[in-house]
């Protein structure tokens, strides 16, 4: 217990030994924070999938029985808890959540979190949700984090790096980091009882890198007493680079003349889009991305917020005219913000391009699918044998992944494409961590977002560092 008595709890429900579904609870006397919300996706999996999902009336019952989300009450939504009342409270029992970034890992969850909970994220990532959330096929209760629509009471604060957020006895500096999704935070905690620091998820090898090294000197300056620091790559120590990626596409590219190229990019990862962007100029394609990405594109311009993303006008994008419905283009085969979305493209004369367009003279583009579903893309396209199918996401790694990758290939060797793999991962290495650990210089690290928090402590001793390792367990509350 400290000297004022207030005394400074951290209790991670979620992300302890696991990569991703981030609930980490922060309390300072009578201040309760939750940073980050995220889906715990291996819990899930072990009792639910695409078949078996849970009931609307007992999805936060059955999800707090099974693991998937803590027993806490006075958290989540009154509205979903006619069956487990014992979660039930008049009040919130949480003064904030606050959002790292717009990955389902780290605020999917935030969808059971009740209404008059403020939630605190940056203005990229709010943008970023929101669209996501507008551009799906079908929504749910999970899937509509935020809420925002006319009826809603949510309330939704927006930060950017340089603002101060006082949450009673916690003073939050949230600083921007490099991710693989723009709008990545990490987070300063001042209390009176000492300094706590959450890294969120972070890479030094991406395009804005520098925005880590701000995090970083930002916590070094501050003297951090504690760390949250992610470690999903802590046992790699492969150093990614953006610029490699790059290379890799436009080798890829420059030398399928006559064939086409398909890549499969991550929905949110725009660095990927820009770097990928970039081979097709040096090779004279031109990119054709999906009507979902384009619409991302569209929102997070209009929201004037200074992410660098690739422009909807550029002379070597466009958008692919998918079909829908009856597949016959027809008005009625788009709904809801697509038809809205299409509309407007066609009035600013924006180039759409169809698949038989493709068909016709692969060598002239590069299709960029945005989600596995989108494979079936390729018995509209028809590439001619010895094209090329470039994965440009991370490589699957767990069991329901490696089945839709199976799907993929398939579908892949029967068009006799050829299958390449060309990423750079959103996450630090493991010599990277540590030298953010020893450039920070903690007295204690807490280790999230990993399988191996136990090798934090083994990498720490080889660099000669003596800072305290304390593995949280799940639930486990950790005085500091
Ligand atoms: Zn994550």
Not at 173 to 179: K, L, N, W
Not at 208 to 219: G, L, N, V, W
Not at 390 to 419: A, C, Y
Request: net charge negative.
């Amino acid at each position: 217990m400290s000297k004022l008595g207030l005394g400074l709890g951290l209790t991670v429900y979620g992300g302890a030994g696991e990569i991703g579904g981030n609930k980490i609870l922060l309390t300072c006397g009578e201040t309760r924070l939750f940073l980050d919300f995220g889906v715990s996706f291996s819990a899930k999996r072990r009792f639910f999938g695409t078949f078996l999902q849970p009931h609307r009336y007992s999805l936060v019952r059955d999800y707090v029985l099974t693991g998937v989300l803590p027993a806490i009450r006075g958290i989540y939504r009154r509205d979903l808890l006619q069956h487990a009342a014992e979660l039930d409270d008049r009040e919130p029992s949480v003064d904030a959540v606050v959002v790292s970034h717009a990955h389902l890992d780290h605020c999917g969850h935030v969808s059971l979190i009740r209404h008059d909970i403020p939630i605190l994220l940056g203005e990229g990532a709010r943008t970023i949700i929101a669209a996501r959330e507008m551009s799906r096929n079908s929504s749910s209760i999970e899937t509509s984090i935020l809420h925002t629509g006319k009826s809603s009471t949510r309330i939704v604060k927006t930060f950017k790096t340089g603002d101060v957020i006082r949450v009673k006895e916690i003073r939050l500096e949230p600083i921007h980091v490099d991710h693989s999704v723009p709008a990545a935070y990490g987070v300063i905690a001042e209390t009176a009882e000492g300094v706590v620091a959450y890294s969120g998820d972070f890479r030094i090898h991406g395009p804005m890198r520098s925005m880590t090294r701000d995090f970083i000197e930002r916590c070094a300056e501050k003297g951090v007493d504690t760390l949250i620091i992610e470690g999903t790559r802590l046992d790699e120590y492969e150093e990614h680079s953006e610029d490699n990626v790059r290379e890799a596409l436009t080798g890829h590219i420059s030398t399928s003349s006559g064939r086409g190229v398909v890549v499969l990019v991550g929905l949110l990862d725009f660095d990927r889009l820009r770097s990928l962007l970039a081979a097709c100029e040096e090779t004279g394609r031109a990119l054709v991305i999906s009507l979902r990405h384009a619409f991302l594109l569209k929102q997070l311009a209009e929201a004037g917020l200074r992410i660098d993303v690739p422009k909807l006008e550029h002379d070597r994008l466009m958008v692919y005219h998918e079909r829908r419905g009856s597949g016959t283009f027809s008005d009625s085969d788009y709904r809801g913000w697509l038809s809205k979305f299409i509309q407007q493209l066609m009035d600013v004369g924006a180039p759409l391009v169809r698949d038989e367009e493709i068909a016709r003279s692969p060598e002239k583009y590069v299709l960029a699918l945005s989600q596995p579903e989108d494979i079936t893309e390729l018995a509209n396209i028809k590439p001619p044998a010895g094209s090329r199918f470039i994965l440009s996401t991370s490589e699957p790694h767990n069991e329901e992944q490696m089945l839709e990758m199976e799907k993929i290939r398939n579908w892949v060797d029967f068009m006799g494409m050829s299958f390449h793999h060309v990423h750079a991962s959103g996450h630090a290495s493991g010599g990277e961590i540590i030298n953010v650990i020893e450039e920070i210089n903690p007295r204690k690290i807490i280790p999230i977002h990993t399988e191996h928090p136990g090798l934090f402590a083994k990498l720490l001793r080889e660099r000669g560092l003596d800072t305290v390792v304390c593995e949280p367990r799940p639930g486990e509350t950790i005085k500091i």
